[in-house]
Structure formats: C-alpha cells, structure tokens
C-alpha cells in the first residue's frame, strides 16, 4: 500500500479545494434558490431530481442531491477505490449543505421565466466551474455517465450525459404537467454548461485542448490517463536537445472540460513533468465529434 504523506504543499491544496468548493457551493446555492426551485424549473442531474421531489414531497433539495448520489458513490467507490473520488464526495456534501442551509435566507425570483432561466444557468456554471478547478465535481449525471460508460464504451461520455438529463427533464414535464418548465430546463442546462467553460478555459473558440507531457515517468502516465480518463495517449520517441536524455514525448487529445482532472493526474505522478497546452480547433474520431466524409 503507497504510504500517503502530507507536506506544505498538500495543506496548500486542501485550502485552495476548500476555499474554491465553498465558493462555488454558495452561487451553485443562490441559483437553486434564488431562481430555478421557486420557478419549478429541473435542469437536469441529481438538482433536477431533488427539484422534482421538492415540489411532490417538500424533502429539502441538498439533503435529496445527496441522497441521489449516494448510490453513485457507492458504486463508483466498489469499482475504483475511494481515493478517485474523495474530492467529489467532499464536494457533494458541501453543496448539500449550503443549498439546505442557505434556503431560509435566499429570496425567491418569481418573474421572467427566461430571467430565471438564464440566470439560473449562468450562477449554477459559475459555481460548478470553480469546483471543476479543484479536479473534483459534484456527481449527478457526470458520474452516473462516467460508470454507465465503463460498461458502453461505444458511447461517448457527452452522449450519456445529455441522454440523463434529457430523461430528467421529460420527468420534470410530466410531474409538472407544464411543457415550459422542461425547455426553460433545457436553457438552463446549456447556459449552465458555456458558464463553465468560460470560467476554466476563459472565452477561447475551439471544442478541445491538444496537450503534451514530456517526464521521465511517460508510461505511468499513460496508464493513468487510459485507465481513468479512457482517453488514448500517443508515445513519441523525444531527446532532449539540452540534457541529451532520450524518453517519450506524450501526446493526448481532450475534452476542454477534462484538461483539469489530465493535469492533476500529471501532477500527482510527476510534479517535474513539463506540459504544453493548446487549443485545438476541431477534433473529430472516436469519443469526439464523427467523421464526416462530405465536410
């Protein structure tokens, strides 16, 4: 069993994950309060189902979020250890607590269904993004897509995800009996998912990141991002032109969304390995956009 050290720099990420999880736990909370749970608008994910079971049974939202995820957990847990999973836990149980805690002081908006739409999605992204920088996320449907897609692999990741939600919302349409309050959910979603992105990645066009790794431990890494990333790496025989040294070069493709979790896997194997991170403008082929002969 690896022996666990703790050091300067582990009490400076704990801080930096904590600092960052509240933060994003208390704008993930004013949006779920303020906006989308008093217009009875469900977008997606374990919010959306602990929104639904709000408005059928009154259960609080936070304390539902986690009931949701607590199978994920379980399951996830069972099939990778705790430690893959340590921060979204931490995550999950902060959200939940902020969102119960924070309800009695929040106002409610009850105007402009597009309002609360929109700026439901934009505070939710903002939120969500700066806990995505932590490398943790707060479950729901990525993770139920993640473990879903370990056993179809022939489905991509975003596909699941989308096909979750999408399930959701329609729930939210029957319980609601209001075809409006799903398509509201479904702004809510999309302006959700661009507000993260430009918290992580800033405004920059392109729908991936071209990453390569140069480190004396190149193999390690490549299992690592294959196994838990399920993204392939491709090995390119390097010599460095100072040292003199020859190795690999890894080269590997990835979503924009995933860059933080790479980077963190790269860190905690090889604090020394030297990265370059570029914008790649279109990436198509397996687990990204198709092929498409007549473009």
């Not at 279109?282 to 687990?287: L, R």
Request: positive net charge; aromatic residues 8%; glycine residues 10%.
């Amino acid at each position: 069993m690896k022996k666990i050290t703790w050091n300067r720099e582990s009490t400076t990420e704990l801080i930096r994950f904590l600092l960052l999880t509240v933060a994003g736990a208390v704008l993930y909370a004013v949006s779920v309060n303020c906006f989308t749970a008093p217009n009875r608008i469900a977008p997606g994910g374990a919010t959306g189902v602990a929104t639904i079971l709000q408005d059928v049974f009154g259960t609080p939202i936070g304390l539902m979020m986690l009931a949701v995820n607590l199978p994920l957990f379980l399951w996830g847990v069972l099939e990778s250890g705790l430690r893959f999973f340590g921060k979204t836990i931490i995550a999950t149980l902060i959200y939940s607590g902020v969102i119960d805690l924070s309800a009695p002081f929040l106002p409610q908006y009850r105007g402009d269904m597009m309002l609360a739409a929109l700026f439901g999605g934009v505070i939710s992204g903002a939120g969500l993004g700066l806990t995505f920088m932590t490398g943790a996320t707060t479950g729901g449907s990525d993770l139920a897509a993640k473990l879903i897609g370990r056993r179809l692999r022939h489905i991509s990741m975003g596909k699941l995800i989308l096909v979750i939600d999408f399930l959701i919302v329609l729930a939210s349409m029957a319980v609601y009996r209001n075809i409006e309050s799903g398509l509201y959910a479904m702004i809510t979603i999309f302006v959700c998912s661009r507000a993260v992105d430009t918290v992580l990645y800033g405004l920059d066009s392109g729908n991936g990141k071209l990453l390569f790794i140069m480190s004396q431990k190149s193999e390690e890494i490549t299992r690592e991002i294959t196994s838990e990333m399920d993204r392939g790496v491709t090995m390119l025989r390097s010599k460095g032109g100072f040292t003199g040294s020859e190795g690999y070069a890894l080269m590997c493709a990835v979503r924009r969304s995933e860059v933080f979790r790479l980077r963190e896997i790269v860190r905690k194997i090889d604090p020394d390995a030297f990265l370059i991170i570029g914008n790649a403008e279109q990436i198509v082929g397996e687990s990204f956009a198709p092929i498409d002969p007549e473009k």
